[in-house]
């Protein structure tokens, strides 16, 4: 049976803190190897991994006062994190003063349960709190369900650009969103 997230649920959304980052590295890795596993190879998996997910890297990557962290936790277990980066964007996005939202995810078993949709409004509540007009995101051209879900929030394609997976060159949209 499909769970449902409600918000009279115990549950905490919040800023990560350094404290998070063995919590979060191993949500982070898990739901990243989960969702893309099963469409890329595993020598193209094992690399893009070891690179993006140690536990010096994270650390580094929330320490960097231009990023954001949000978790959301159920029950004092951690089920979802998004990071948002206010980075130069790439040419596509012509309002400089906008903020990339990096990385979206939710442990499956919360899949269509709703949470993800109250992951996304803190994050963007965040983003109007801290002054940025419009949020943008790269999502691969084979993720459906993603884009399915940043469409809901009214999300729309205005470029793309390649995400080197491994050896593989992927096609990534960018999305944006008014804020
Ligand atoms: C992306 C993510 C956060 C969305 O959360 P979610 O709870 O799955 O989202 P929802 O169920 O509310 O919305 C997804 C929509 O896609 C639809 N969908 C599901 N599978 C689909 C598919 N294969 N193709 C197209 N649409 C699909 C669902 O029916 C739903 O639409 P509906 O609400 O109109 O029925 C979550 O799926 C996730 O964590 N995925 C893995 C990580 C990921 O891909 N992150 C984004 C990286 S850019």
């Not at 649920?9 to 596993?37: G, I, K, N, P």
């Not at 996005?93 to 906008?98: E, F, H, M």
């Not at 983003?127 to 369900?145: D, I, P, Q, S």
């Not at 491994?166 to 944006?176: A, K, R, S, T, Y």
Request: net charge negative; glycine share 4%.
């Amino acid at each position: 049976m499909q769970r449902k997230f409600t918000k009279e649920m115990r549950h905490t959304l919040r800023h990560a803190e350094l404290s998070d980052a063995e919590t979060l590295l191993e949500l982070a890795a898990r739901t990243y190897y989960e969702t893309f596993s099963p469409v890329n190879t595993p020598e193209n998996m094992k690399a893009y991994m070891e690179s993006a997910f140690t536990l010096p890297l994270l650390q580094e990557e929330m320490r960097d006062p231009r990023a954001i962290f949000l978790l959301v936790e159920i029950d004092g277990r951690l089920c979802g994190y998004a990071k948002l980066l206010a980075d130069k964007p790439p040419d596509c996005i012509t309002d400089q003063n906008a903020i990339e939202l990096v990385r979206f995810y939710v442990d499956r078993s919360w899949h269509g349960s709703g949470l993800a949709s109250t992951l996304m409004e803190v994050c963007l509540d965040e983003a109007k709190k801290r002054g940025f007009k419009t949020m943008y995101l790269g999502v691969w051209e084979r993720n459906f369900r993603a884009q399915a879900f940043y469409r809901k929030w009214n999300f729309v394609r205005v470029g793309e650009h390649v995400f080197q997976m491994g050896d593989d060159p992927q096609i990534d949209w960018w999305m944006m969103l008014e804020v």
